[in-house]
């Protein structure tokens, strides 16, 4: 284990100055033996992926991993360890099984997995495959009584377009400067598109086009796109999933190269079939949503009041087990609380853990408990509570090593987390950049003008391979990484809990 050299700026607390933290060099030093050298972190994450299974909102591996978590946090000596729901969310849904293959002209296994929330086949079907060639809701009518018993596919132009990148980075130093220096004064505007109007007019055909297969009696519908290539099949949610919605269209993501196999052979006229076998069950009996939630009560008679946060969120897609996104930054976030309390940790400030449910879909989780602990009746502004929390960390963006923080903008955090992480600089976290980062949970907090924060990550293959797809599995962790990760979590928690003011908060005027 290396011996820490800190700068001066640490040396003498009793004269440190206003702007300089006083930071507990011997707990710190305890912290990072105890993440760097007794990790548990791959131990953790075992069971929230492989002994849990795909953790969609509201099925049984959420549950699996929720209550595991939950004891596990109990066993930690957490205290209030429990799944606490946050309103009305939705149906669960499980696969239960799951067959497909080209039957003529030849047998050929396919890659494929069903989208969340649609529906089962009743039994195996051998379904001949037809190409729905339509532009919009009037060329679909030359369809109708075309469908009934048909496996759909929609034509496509694109092609495969070979990456010459590596699947795997890591954020080199020359943009790690650039993040460093980002002046959102100068930021470029955002390039206004008409992106979103052609995503809404491409939906609205989609949807279209399922309710008439439907209604005609179609088995399913196959979808892709070029980037489910190389054995690699995004799949995410197949329609809606609120209580009262009726079941969704059978809609399969399938692999690019299978799909135009497919396409190609029904373009040069020869009957394409295909076995297909979808079971799948709807879970209606409870439609609430949860978080995971516990924590570590603070013991300062004037802070214990005050709250620091942490969490990240445990639903996943359910192409696999949610690995690098989520279960990497729940790990992390559980491993750091059991550091803190491996190192005899007594927080002044109350530290309280978060393992939300329902972000895939909206943020669900976090914005409701938000929503009913932070917020006044407007909806707004944060209450009495809000003005207690300190500080709220996340942790979502895979399973690379912290770079730094997304300060949200915030000028007045630069300077302390900084000076937190100058005893990780030689770990390669030192970056402190005026950034927003968006996408996760750190958001529901901002968005009402509580300090909410994200790490920034070396990406390793999150965008490339791993995020949302049938991939996202153990294999592809960075159990040192990790394990980086949750030693500067813990410190962080360990910071804002002794810290003697709460974290600055930016200017924010609330919406009326
Ligand atoms: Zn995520």
Known sequence: MRKLIFLPLFIG???????????????????RNEGLNNSQVMEIIFNLTDASGPRLEGSPGFFRAANWAKAKLASWGLENAKLEPWGEWGKGWELQKF????????????????????????????AEVVMVDAKDSAGLTAFAGKLRGK???????????????????????????????????????????????????????????????????????????????????????GGQFTGGSPENFLDISIAYEDYMTLQRLVQHGISVKLDLDVKSRFLTDDLKGYNVIAEVPGTDKKLKEQLVMMGGHLDAWHGATGATDNAAGCAAMMEAIRILKAVGFKPRRT????????????????????????????????NADGDRLSVYFNLDNGSGKIRGVYTQGNESVKSIFSQWLKPYNDLGASTITLQNTGGTDHLSFDAIGLPGFQFIQDPIE???????????????LQADDLKQAATIIASFVYDASQRDEKIPRKPFTPRQ
């Not at 089962?120 to 051998?126: A, I, K, L, P, R």
């Not at 034509?155 to 400067?177: M, Q, V």
């Not at 999150?462 to 592809?476: F, K, Q, V």
């Open 13 to 31: 607390i009793g004269i440190a100055t206003a702007q300089d933290e006083k930071l507990d060099l011997d707990m710190l030093q305890k912290i």
């Open 99 to 126: 067959y497909i293959a080209l039957t003529a002209p030849y047998y050929k296994p396919l890659i494929a997995f069903p989208k969340s929330w649609t529906s089962s086949t009743n039994g195996v079907q051998n």
């Open 151 to 237: 496996i759909i596919i929609t034509p496509r132009t694109d092609t495969l377009i070979p990456s010459y990148k590596p699947d795997a980075t890591r954020i080199a130093d020359s943009a790690l400067e650039k993040m460093a220096e980002y002046d959102p004064k100068n930021a470029p505007e955002r390039p206004r598109g008409n992106q979103r109007g052609n995503f809404r007019a491409l939906m609205q055909f989609s949807n279209q086009l399922k309710e008439l297969a439907k209604q005609e009696g179609a088995i399913a519908i196959l979808t892709t796109s070029p980037r489910n290539a190389e054995g690699t099949v995004f799949v995410q949610g």
């Open 351 to 382: 530290v309280r853990i978060a393992l939300w449910g329902g972000e895939e879909t909206g943020l669900f989780g976090s914005r409701n408990y938000v929503k009913n602990h932070f917020t006044d009746t407007t909806l707004h502004k944060y």
């Open 462 to 476: 999150y965008d490339t391979r791993t995020h949302h797809s049938n991939m996202d599995s153990y294999d592809h």
